[in-house]
């Protein structure tokens, strides 16, 4: 019983050692820098997307297989407002330019992980190419809506 006594006195001194220490550091740190700064809280930006059709597409054959179908289903996550009314101006070069991208692959690259990812990467750079006499369009990200292979 007295070592258990012992143990909760010691426990007590050093809870109370810390709390002192603890306020004099914030003492300490509030008489250098003076008052802390306010921050102007900055409302979030709603995200902008642009849903698309789904695609199917024939995928390029492989060592074994023949006849491999993609059908893929994107979201794209641009920038603002006119990248997706840019987007939605040259849909059909947008659609052109994700087709011949989808069909270049392979079933064996887009069936890993990291074969979608380098897909998501290849979206957004053929898509950052001009579409117009102006820039291309700034995709923040691509959300996969459906992926399937066959």
Do not use: H
């Given at each position: 019983?007295?070592?258990?006594?012992?143990?909760?006195?010691?426990?007590?001194?050093?809870?109370?050692?810390?709390?002192?220490?603890?306020?004099?550091?914030?003492?300490?740190?509030?008489?250098?820098?003076?008052?802390p700064e306010v921050t102007?809280?900055?409302?979030?930006?709603?995200?902008?997307?642009?849903?698309?059709?789904?695609?199917?597409?024939?995928?390029?054959?492989?060592?074994?297989?023949?006849?491999?179908?993609?059908?893929?289903?994107?979201?794209?996550?641009?920038?603002?407002?006119?990248?997706?009314?840019?987007?939605?101006?040259?849909?059909?070069?947008?659609?052109?330019?994700?087709?011949?991208?989808?069909?270049?692959?392979?079933?064996?690259?887009?069936?890993?992980?990291?074969?979608?990812?380098?897909?998501?990467?290849d979206i957004k750079q053929?898509?950052?190419?001009?579409?117009?006499?102006?820039?291309?369009?700034?995709?923040?990200?691509?959300?996969f809506n459906a992926f399937?292979?066959?």
């Amino acid at each position: 019983m007295l070592v258990i006594l012992l143990l909760a006195i010691a426990a007590c001194g050093i809870a109370a050692w810390t709390l002192y220490e603890m306020k004099n550091m914030q003492a300490r740190l509030l008489s250098e820098n003076g008052l802390p700064e306010v921050t102007e809280v900055v409302e979030p930006i709603a995200p902008v997307y642009v849903p698309l059709d789904t695609f199917t597409v024939s995928l390029k054959p492989g060592s074994e297989e023949y006849d491999r179908v993609l059908y893929i289903g994107l979201t794209l996550r641009v920038g603002n407002e006119e990248d997706k009314s840019r987007i939605e101006k040259y849909l059909p070069e947008v659609r052109s330019r994700l087709l011949m991208l989808f069909s270049g692959r392979s079933a064996e690259e887009l069936s890993v992980n990291e074969g979608k990812s380098q897909l998501i990467q290849d979206i957004k750079q053929i898509l950052s190419t001009p579409l117009d006499e102006k820039s291309g369009v700034t995709v923040t990200d691509v959300l996969f809506n459906a992926f399937i292979l066959r």
